[in-house]
């Protein structure tokens, strides 16, 4: 609010005391300095860094390479071609099944349902996890030599193959995701729906909407804030992805993912700036759209 | 590098001016390497691993050893192995410690060329005859000709079973001279219901020892350097012969190659589920951690001939020893105890302390070896030509980031071969000069 009246005119901004000049500042300039230093700076550096050949070691080797690597990655490496499936197969299960599911949920338990606090619980569970502990229970579980192997009474030497047998891995892998994926975007849901209006909800009932009209025509357009939130979540999460699969897999390209070939390429023996790259694209995939559906919210809103 | 060890020894000296005596600390360290030149103060020592683990005793008690003998105290801190490699290049040019166990090969010359390690030559020198010709060479960074590690213990990659299992089916590993006793070998095992070639390759590097010893095998040792040396092509014909034998072992192996890592691998044998392993010797001290007698079942022989031409003439020995670090507090310090490391007196105290390890150094007395050692010995003996292994005998940018994808893609797509190669080739050659 104050902000707002800040930019308003020039007079408001004077009658601040120089107390609250200090604090506001303050306020806006530590964080602004910390995004500088430990954000915008390693980023900015990662880009231009993407365009040179360097081993990591002394800064008087960085030697320009334009768009060798990037070349490289789209025309060289089979690898990212996988990597970026495996990233969009994450991205649309996500976006058309998990988080579908999430919204689903949030709307029944919102409806009260019978023992919907133990449902809620359920759901819930997994979102206290992280995708890391998740990706050390369920490697745990269904490894060869793994609880789910050795209750099927199979050993390691005929351990069903999961992890390595590609017609079901991704869909696993999906599915671990989606775990704490669904109980995260039911919780925020959820939060959105309590603060909904409920005369809203009656008055389409006295209407005689049906249920699914009342949800498509009312609940998800008055909940847009919320919508707008779990969208860039989904996006961002899909393509951030990278510690449930690293547990799993390590920096072995097993089951690649964009952000592992980025880790795979900084880390270890050999360090290159291809890793700086495919950061560069991860970064880019992730920020453009999320920018662009922003933009368009926000000039709607405007409007 | 001389820009490096100049930096280090005006620090040395400058450090003992404060000590004391000036003018004849500054001559002393103008002698280094003289060999009886006294080397002061506290050394830091890198364990790989736990506190906990075998290892880490035996490296205290050689530490305790160089303490003993010199008077200057080690410091020693484990750190967790993988991180430690991973994390390598930023930990030198940080605050590393003097000394730590290393690998030779790429991952010690290429980091000797950045400046990173120290020149340990002199060290080497004084070892004088107890290191081997070869064990130099291994040593040697071919960029500058000087040591940059002191090789310290070695293991052989090759071909692993349990004597009670193979007893069992009646078939003796010892006898397969040749691709076809091989194959037979594999047949007769998995018939028996086991798995005939043990592999893992969900790390991706386990399956690189097999690619490794079929090439040496098919096309010999020089033309598999240099085929990781970009100096050969990864579409030569030669190499799609190695990828089609590496396919012939394929129905013989577990079901489940890309879900299993080395552990994998060393379990299926642990648990008497397999008949040959492919891998090297080192993983051994977990049978003897297991039980004695599971120790004593373990047995290696050389991966058989293939061509004649070449018969078993080559190996994958992966050579380990001490590094110092160029950045370290205490750089003579460090290099002092990579010598001591090295040579008898550390040997000795390292082998009290239950070392296992296989010694290159000829002051070692090897005749206190358990079967086992001396068999990874005879095993060892047979060759002529000692690879490091494929991902230190290329670059850390290729080996990990390229090779180990296409051998896993090859595993999963057999028909994919032509594509793999034509890719594996493609992306050396967009590699940055080094």
């Given amino acids: 609010m104050k902000t707002a009246a800040v930019n308003k005119n020039v007079r408001s901004r004077r009658s601040l005391s120089r107390n609250d000049r200090f604090t506001l500042s303050a306020f806006v300039g530590i964080p602004t300095l910390l995004q500088i230093v430990f954000l915008w700076a390693p980023t900015l550096i990662t880009v231009v860094l993407s365009f040179t050949y360097w081993n990591g070691i002394n800064v008087s080797d960085i030697k320009w390479a334009g768009f060798a690597n990037y070349k490289n990655i789209f025309f060289g490496s089979p690898v990212f071609y996988d990597a970026l499936k495996n990233n969009v197969v994450w991205l649309l299960w996500f976006t058309f099944l998990a988080t579908p599911l999430g919204i689903l949920l949030a709307y029944q338990f919102d409806r009260k349902i019978k023992g919907h606090q133990i449902y809620e619980t359920i759901f819930y569970m997994p979102v206290v996890l992280s995708l890391a502990i998740i990706g050390i229970i369920w490697n745990f579980m269904l490894q060869p030599g793994g609880f789910v192997q050795g209750v099927m009474g199979r050993d390691i030497g005929n351990a069903i193959s999961i992890w390595g047998n590609y017609d079901i891995n991704s869909y696993v892998i999906m599915a671990l995701a989606s775990w704490r994926h669904i109980g995260y975007i039911m919780l925020l849901y959820l939060a959105g729906l309590k603060a909904f209006d409920s005369s809203l909800r009656e008055a389409s009932a006295i209407d005689g909407a049906t249920e699914w009209q009342t949800f498509r025509k009312i609940i998800f357009p008055t909940m847009r804030p919320v919508n707008v939130i779990i969208l860039v979540i989904t996006i961002i999460d899909s393509l951030r992805a990278f510690d449930l699969v690293y547990i799993i897999y390590g920096t072995s390209t097993a089951w690649p993912l964009l952000n592992i070939l980025a880790f795979q390429n900084f880390a270890g023996q050999g360090i290159s700036m291809k890793g700086a790259a495919y950061s560069v694209i991860a970064l880019v995939l992730c920020v453009v759209p999320i920018l662009v559906y922003l933009r368009n919210v926000f000039k709607e809103d405007l409007q | ?434």
């Fill in chain 2, 1 to 434: 590098m001389s820009d490096v060890n100049n930096g280090i020894s005006r620090r040395s000296v400058l450090k003992g001016a404060a000590i004391g005596g000036a003018g004849l600390v500054a001559g002393g360290s103008l002698l280094a390497g003289c060999g009886k030149k006294q080397v002061t103060g506290d050394v830091r020592f890198t364990i790989r691993g736990n506190l906990s683990d075998a290892g880490a005793k035996i490296a205290i008690a050689a530490n305790d050893a160089y303490t003993k003998k010199t008077g200057n105290k080690v410091i020693s801190q484990a750190v967790n192995s993988d991180d430690f490699q991973n994390n390598f290049v930023q930990i030198l040019q940080g605050t590393p410690d003097d000394a730590f166990g290393w690998m030779a090969g790429w991952r010690t010359n290429a980091r000797a060329d950045a400046g990173l390690l120290a020149d340990v030559s002199e060290q080497v020198k004084a070892l004088g005859s107890s290191l081997s010709a070869a064990a130099i060479q291994g040593a040697t960074n071919p960029s500058d000709g000087k040591q940059y590690i002191i090789p310290t213990t070695y293991y052989p990659w090759g071909l692993h079973y349990r004597k009670s299992t193979m007893q069992e089916l009646g078939l003796n590993p010892e006898s397969i001279a040749t691709w076809d006793d091989l194959i037979k070998l594999c047949e007769a095992t998995q018939k028996k219901g086991l798995v005939g070639y043990a592999l893992g390759d969900k790390g991706g590097w386990e399956a690189m020892g097999t690619f490794d010893i079929l090439n040496m095998r098919l096309n010999g040792y020089q033309f598999h350097i240099d085929l990781l040396n970009g100096k050969e092509q990864w579409t030569d014909a030669k190499v799609v012969e190695v990828f089609n034998y590496m396919g012939q072992l394929a129905p013989y192996m577990n079901k489940n190659v890309l879900d299993i890592s080395w552990d994998g691998m060393r379990d299926l044998l642990l648990q008497k589920k397999c008949g040959a392993m492919m891998m090297g010797s080192w993983f051994a001290n977990d049978f003897l951690a297991k039980s004695q007698e599971d120790y004593d079942d373990l047995w290696i022989v050389p991966f058989p001939e293939i061509n004649p031409e070449h018969g078993i003439d080559s190996i994958d020995a992966p050579l380990d020893g001490i590094s110092v670090a160029a950045n370290g507090n205490n750089v003579e310090g460090g290099a002092d105890l990579a010598g001591f490391l090295g040579s008898k007196e550390g040997i000795d105290a390292a082998v009290a302390a239950g070392d296992t390890s296989i010694y290159i150094s000829s002051d070692f007395d090897t005749s206190s070896y358990d079967a086992f050692n001396k068999q990874k010995l005879a095993v060892l003996g047979a060759a002529k030509n000692i690879g490091f292994f494929l991902d230190r005998d290329t670059r850390g940018d290729f080996a990990g980031p390229v090779v180990g994808p296409a051998i896993q893609s090859f595993l999963k797509n057999p028909k994919d071969l032509t594509k793999i190669l034509d890719s594996t080739q493609a992306q050396w050659d967009a590699l940055p000069a080094l």
